[in-house]
């Protein structure tokens, strides 16, 4: 908590919920504002007011914004945290130092582990209890019971995901000579899964070919779009695997359940939600133990650790 | 001995940094990426209007065997020529941005671990000769980096077209590459600052990270109502929501710092992504001159920066910590 860089990134984290979560209740203000003027335009012109829907209010619904940017900063937040916790034992050249006492090398590894989940945790709790104070205090919305488990499963679903990215980032330090390198190479891969490959498979999308939907356009509704798409497996396959490859995708679809950002799941009871994305958490899961392990077999292994840094 | 050519040290230390830079497997990974990347977008932007357009045909069938009469138009047949270029200004955006922070990074933090400014500065070398030496090298290698980009985009539109490509969409899409460049020095010069000013490696590359991800999501988000997300789509960004009360005071506000948000509207322009009417790119411009000089204002003042930093930086017992 004394290293500044990882401070910053905290404090930038907690603000920018707070714009996010200011930045959708307005869109949501926008939509409402836009449904009324509709309205009564219609209205005015004597025309049938049957097909419009009134916006509803669903507060877990403004987290889109911020489930994103956990996503993109909270990842990097969590690779400044775990570049850093090997990179100064190394620029300092203490390794050696301390195991001159009697601690194994898997030990040693380990409390670093469990600190830095004690620490990922407790940024986890401060930004959801932030996420819950602005929806109760400011907004003065009233959260159920379910509401508030589901905001804890979220909570617990990005421990994991901060998790496997800072795991990454001591696994790429561990392995490379240079720390400098690993972190740049880490920045790398995060872009690659957080931002590129997410971005392929929604500009894959044939839906999202033309502005407002490409089935919008040619007036076919979401069912009958699913059954033309049927004809078209392997492109359909392929767009979704490379999807499946970004850890940040199943993330994303985990938690856009969770908090009904994505539709169909919106209000759905938790157990439903919780079996339906089963194959996400446990694409999570699996992450954040590969990633655990392979760490830790590099520490206990590597010989790159002991050599001295210039 | 007093220097008689400032000039000449320029230049020699701008070829010097440009073979440092094209020396480092880091730098050429990274392009490696960004240029595999590159190619992948003009093939992904193919199979993708392939497929569409066999879809299309596939809805046809569907909506007549339902008994539907009128199918409305072929909607991609609105889709521009250079439609195949939208995920470059992603990636230009993305990877693009992140090459160029990392190249500026690396460009001062390697004199700096090394230790050679101490003996470099006992040399009658003037500390603007060796910033603009920098500087000159950085954008040498953008611009060739730049340059292998358009001949790989532009012939893979001429091999794996979605429309006829004409000269004129060459001559808009090479602005674009030129444009996509400026954006990019914008970002090198961050990284060349804070390698000069920070005392700490990783923080001389988290800050001009954190200012990427505020000009490219957060500025944008504040001024458009748009998630992260829907930024990184080049159709979605065309379904802005109604700008009323307080996006169109942030967008007032905001408007001149947006560097991300004026890369992707002026790049959308440029390649006609616009699915409104084609501008010349004389009217991109001109539709768009705030924006433009505020860009080449802050290339400025970023190069000004870097050289005041560095005339103030003593390398006698500079030391830079993880």
């Known amino acids: ?19 996010s979560m200011y930045v959708g209740a307005l869109n949501f203000q926008v939509k409402v504002a836009l449904f009324e003027k509709t309205y009564q335009a219609l209205i005015a012109a004597g025309q049938p007011v049957g097909n419009l829907t009134r916006p509803e209010f669903f507060p877990l619904q403004l987290l889109r914004a911020t489930i994103e940017y956990l996503e993109i900063i909270g990842a990097i937040m969590a690779i400044s945290l ?20 009697p601690i194994t090398r898997k030990k040693y590894y380990t409390g670093k582990l469990v600190g830095n989940a004690a620490l990922l945790a407790s940024v986890c709790a401060l930004l959801f209890l932030t996420i819950i104070g602005i929806i109760v205090f400011v907004g003065g919305v009233h959260l159920s019971l379910p509401e508030v488990t589901k905001l804890i499963i979220s909570g617990l679903a990005t421990l994991v995901y901060l998790s496997i990215f800072f795991l990454f980032a001591t696994l790429c330090t561990i392995l490379m000579r240079f720390p400098s390198n690993a972190l740049i190479l880490t920045f790398v ?8 490959v997410p971005q392929i498979g929604d500009t894959m999308d044939t839906d999202n070919q033309v502005p407002g939907g490409f089935f919008n356009a040619l007036h076919i509704n979401q069912t009958d779009s699913h059954i033309i798409l049927r004809q078209f497996p392997l492109y359909e396959n392929l767009r979704n695997g490379t999807e499946e490859t970004s850890i940040t995708k199943h993330y994303e679809r985990l938690t856009f359940a969770l908090l009904g950002i994505k539709d169909i799941y919106n209000g759905k009871p938790l157990r439903y939600i919780l079996l339906d994305k089963v194959w996400e958490t446990l694409w999570l899961i699996g992450f954040l133990l590969a990633f655990g392990f392979a760490s830790l077999y590099a520490f206990a292994r590597s010989q790159v650790l002991w050599q001295k840094v210039e | 001995m007093k220097n008689t050519n400032p000039m000449g040290n320029t230049f020699t230390i701008a070829s ?10 880091t730098m050429y990974s990274i392009t490696g990426v960004f240029l595999l990347m590159t190619a992948a977008s003009s093939f992904i932007g193919w199979s993708t209007f392939t497929t569409a357009d066999a879809v299309y045909r596939a809805s046809v ?26 995920n470059l200004i992603v990636y230009i955006l993305l990877i693009g941005a992140l090459l160029a922070v990392i190249i500026g990074h690396r460009s001062f933090m390697r004199e700096r671990r090394s230790g050679i400014l101490q003996v470099l500065f006992v040399r009658p070398v003037p500390k603007r000769s060796f910033v ?23 012939a893979s539109s001429f091999f794996l077209p979605l429309q006829h490509i004409t000269i004129g969409n060459v001559g808009h899409a090479l602005v674009f590459f030129l444009f996509s460049f400026l954006y990019m020095l914008f970002f090198a010069l961050c990284g060349l600052l804070f390698a000069i000013v920070s005392k700490s490696e990783s923080l001389a590359l988290f800050i001009p990270i954190c200012l990427w991800v505020g000009i490219t999501f957060v500025l944008p988000e504040l001024a458009t109502g748009l998630t992260p997300t829907a930024l990184l789509n080049p159709v979605t960004i065309l379904q802005l929501p109604p700008l009323t009360g307080f996006f169109s005071t942030a967008q007032h506000i905001l408007f001149p710092i947006s560097l991300g948000w004026h890369y992707t509207t002026i790049s959308g322009e440029l390649l006609g992504s616009s699915f409104s ?14 924006e433009m000089t505020t860009l080449c204002v802050s290339i400025l003042t970023l190069g000004l920066l870097s050289a005041t930093a560095l005339r103030r930086f003593d390398p006698r017992g500079d030391y830079v910590n993880e």
């Open chain 1, 1 to 19: 908590m004394r290293n500044y860089v990882f401070v910053t990134f905290l404090i930038f984290l907690v603000v920018l919920t707070g714009i």
């Open chain 1, 189 to 196: 891969v995060w872009m690659f899964f957080v931002l590129i």
């Open chain 2, 16 to 25: 010097a940094e440009i073979r440092a830079l094209f020396r480092e497997k």
């Open chain 2, 277 to 290: 009417t084609n501008l010349s790119i004389g009217q991109v411009f001109s539709g768009h001159w705030i």
């Open chain 2, 61 to 86: 069938v569907y909506l007549h065997a339902q008994g539907v009469s009128t199918v409305p138009e072929n909607p991609l047949h609105s889709v521009p020529a250079l439609a195949s270029f939208d």
């Open chain 1, 82 to 101: 775990g570049y850093l916790s090997i990179a100064k034992e190394k620029g300092n050249n203490t390794l050696p130092l301390i195991f001159t006492r």
């Open chain 2, 132 to 154: 603009l030496g920098k500087i000159l090298g950085l954008g040498l290698v953008l611009f060739s980096i730049m340059s292998m980009t358009a001949i790989i985009s532009i």
